[in-house]
């Protein structure tokens, strides 16, 4: 099975090494290293917290949406209540 544009030789076999674009093991030093990602550490942890943020708010708006809905249902069902 290969990828195209990639030798089956450069696939990453079960349990094997994670390897960087030049063919080099990713090995981190330190937790420091892990978070600066070579240098590109702000751009990448930045997206997974303006991602994480953007998802946080959609909830937010959706239980707001659902829970004026419910209001809105329980007026109206209140005021249309034969007395």
Do not use: H, Q
Not at 10 to 29: D, F, I, Y
Not at 35 to 59: K, P
Not at 73 to 83: F, I, K, Q, V
């Amino acid at each position: 099975m290969s990828t195209p544009g990639r030798p089956e030789s450069e696939l990453l076999p079960l349990g094997g090494t994670a390897r960087s674009a030049k063919g080099a093991p990713m090995n981190w030093g330190s937790a420091g290293e892990f978070f600066a990602m070579g240098g590109y550490g702000v751009y990448v942890w930045g997206s997974y917290g303006i991602t994480a943020a953007l998802i946080g708010f959609e909830a937010w708006l959706t239980l707001r949406r659902r829970r004026r809905a419910l209001c809105d249902a329980l007026a109206s069902a209140s005021s249309e209540a034969p007395r």
